[in-house]
């Protein structure tokens, strides 16, 4: 009984393009994300690992070796089991380094692109007799199921069809970052059909063949002689080397890395993998025994391998045949996508990148994804050479175990990435080369030539193929030996050494703070237009910074540090890990390779990331640093460390907070690139000898303040430098002693008042008397220029008094609400009584209604004087304006004028008594003491600036804030909130 050819093809198209439909879905993002990011579908998509040959090689294993197929389930079951160690922190490093294969690992970790290379070259002839495998094991089973056609026709189209899917599948995005998340769902879905094509074969043969469990045992008793392999001990026999080869197989099978770690999209999902697995491949073996018995009983034609699909036809249920054969079909496929997606991305990356970078004109993203497919396409035709080079009567289990024990080669390397960190790229390449030349030698070229080709060697040399697994031991051994042995007699460079601490499963990575020649993300983008093409660096620095979270403005040198290290491993994603080094080393350069110190905030991120992975000691100590930080960054005193290159270490909260910079923006940076006036302030102080600095003077935001420096050095390592706001006790200070002076000035002036008061009266009194009745003109005359004279000291006593007042007779001023118009208004008028030809306008723009508790006669004469001071700086027929300003709790009044500017050195001596500038007899220099005096009474502020606009050439504004009074607070307040009301 057979079936239809053409059925056959079509259902098998069909079936394709029923899973290329779910990945196409997929990255439309027309599935759930919910769907294809479970973790169960990673899990399943492991399930690629299986291929064809858990359909029928293993069967035929069964057959051979007995118990010994399970080596094929037990050994990879062990891997995962083994996760947390082995698995993790291979994912860890692909991930952190974007490293898209085995290749890439060793070339990252080697820093050596032979690695690379060797391993691709290793890779490319270890997977053609797997890739050969599904081949024959798809045109095999159609052949036995449909009875028509030549296998190799068979396999030939086969291969057609699946080099289109595969590039349909697997190359259409290609970009430094995106994973395939379509193909990931695609297998997935390919491993569920196989896992339930496995079960429903199992559970037909056990109720269909046999009459259930019971009857099962019957035939069993009554049947041994058949089944004496499956007793074979387990000693004997090639056991344990399978157990190695396929425990091997989880991390250096191109399919398994790439689905594992280069399609993981979560960490996490690795650790419901390591029993999930385990559990999904114990579920597809469950049934080879039972495929082994039904075919012994019911002595199918075919050969065992292929005992799945005539059991099918011999118990008339050509549909089971044909689920298992859709099964074994797209398991191969699977298989063949995934590994030759994974080769031609080595091959690229490390055959053809190194010795030939394409045209920067073009499309680079476009040209990988057309040199893959070619790749692809090429790869598939050379495995369907290889498979019609072998007698196609070639069971399918050397096939796989040739290609596994020579991919067993790169388990050393592996190994010592993650556990030794004294392995060298001298050592490496010196052990593939040993163990894969012995498994060419003796297990590929046999498979090849075939026996009886090298039957004339086979007694001597070769001996060793007829036990296929002293081969693999001696390889493996001979492997390891030289890894070891050439490892230690080699250096390690120190691009090495760090590599090696970077993978090293204890270690973090400890890379060195050194200044890059390209200062901003927009000169990185300049650098890497030469290699890469505009496009694709523009593309590639985005990329990056989005991945960092930074912006375009960056240009702390950490930063660009990171943003490099970033583009690194993106580039290394997307052409290798060796290319992409040597991009940026030659176009991205540190300044000076030499120097370096230990760049302590990139540890101290990775620490802060690796914390939960600290135990013990290492823990503790985690602990102590962070009290100490802690303390560091909550000290109520501000700090900041610095590099010894003036880069900032560390900048804490008070720090924060009395320069307005936040920390992380700052750290990182150079001293020299904060905001000013911190950046000159902290770098002289730096820069100079002195060990602390006394009421430095600086101005914020036009206001003066005050700090106290001090600085130790770290040795070796830096400074670090303290920082005392000293603005407030200055300030105090200063008003005290202007206070001080004020009072003793008060009581001089009033002293001075009385004691020449009473003589100048006496001197006025006199002189009238002369003017009066002398006789003589000129006595006369004289007598009125006295009168002048003592009239002269009279108003300059009279001010004196005033001052001398107001210095002292604070009790005397009456407390209530002041219109500050009406006092303008009031100051306006006496203004305007006195003779002035100038034609000086005054413009009152106060409101009406802000009102300030104070005493209107002082107010008033306040405003007298700054009008007064405002008229005589005016050039004529200008315009002196008044206007106020409301702030919650006061409000601030500024008298401005368009006169000639007070000089900086004046705006400092303004409130003295006495200063002026104007000539003898035109100024008394108390005018502005008093205004002082006054509005420190009244619990206000007083502030001058000159000119009154940045640029301008003169002009004066003197600004007054004086308490609001409280009625006028509260009916303010009620109206706001009336008027949020209303809004
Ligand atoms: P006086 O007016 O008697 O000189 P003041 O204390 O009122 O004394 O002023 C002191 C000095 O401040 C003045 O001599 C003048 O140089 C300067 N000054 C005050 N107000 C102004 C102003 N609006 N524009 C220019 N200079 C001013
Ligand atoms: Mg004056």
Redesign the pocket.
Known sequence: MSLELSQIATLSILYLSLLFCAAWLTDKGWIPRSITRHPLVYVLSLGVYTSAWAFYGAVGIAHEYGFVFLAYYLGICGAFLLAPVLLSPLLRITREYQLSSLADLFAFRFRSSMAGTLTTVIMLFALLPLVAMQIQAVADSIHILSNEGSQEELAFSFCVIIILFTMAFGTRRISSHEKHHGLVVSIAIESAVKLIAMLVVGGMILFQVFDGPKDLQNWLITNQAPLETLRLSLDDGPWRTMLLIFFAAAIVMPDMFHMAFTENQKPRNLGTASWAFPLYLLLMSLPIPLLLWGGVKLQTATSPEYFVLGIGLDIGAPWLSLLTYLGAMSAASGLIIVTTLALSAMVVNHLILPVFQPDTNINIYRWLSWTKRILIAAMIFASYGFYRMLSSDHSLAPLVIVAFVACLQFLPGVLSTIYWPHANRYGFCAGLIAGSSIWFVTMFLPLVLGTEVLAFFTDSIFFLQADWHWSALISLTANIAALLAVSLATELSSEEKHAAEVCSIQSLGRPSRQSLKAQSPREFQEHLTGPLGAYTAQREVSQALYDLGMSLDENRPYALRRLRDRIEANLSGLMGPSVARDIINRYLPYEDESSGVADINFVENQIEDYQHRLTGLALELDNLRRYHRQTLQHLPMAICSLGEDGEVMMWNQAMEEVTGIPGSTTVGSYLGSLQAPWNTMLSHFEDNKVRSREKQQIKIDGQQRWFNLHKASIEGDGTVIMLEDQTEPQMLEQKLIHSERLASIGQLAAGVAHEIGNPVTGVDCLAQELRDYSQSQDAREIADQILEQTKRIGKILHSLVSFAHTGQASEQMTVESVSLYRCTDEAIALLSLHQDTRGIRYINNCHMDYLVSGDIQKLTQVLI??L???R??SPNNAVVTVNTIPWEHSITLE?T?Q????SEE?QKR??EPF????GAG??????????YSIIEEHFGTISVR?PVNEGDQGG?C?SISLPRHMAELKSSTRRETEGNLVG
């Open positions: 004087n700054l007064s001071n405002a005589d700086a008298v004028d006169g000639s500017g007070i004046n303004l409130f200063f002026t500038t104007k035109k100024g008394t220099g108390l005018g502005l003491a008093l205004v000159s004066t003197i």
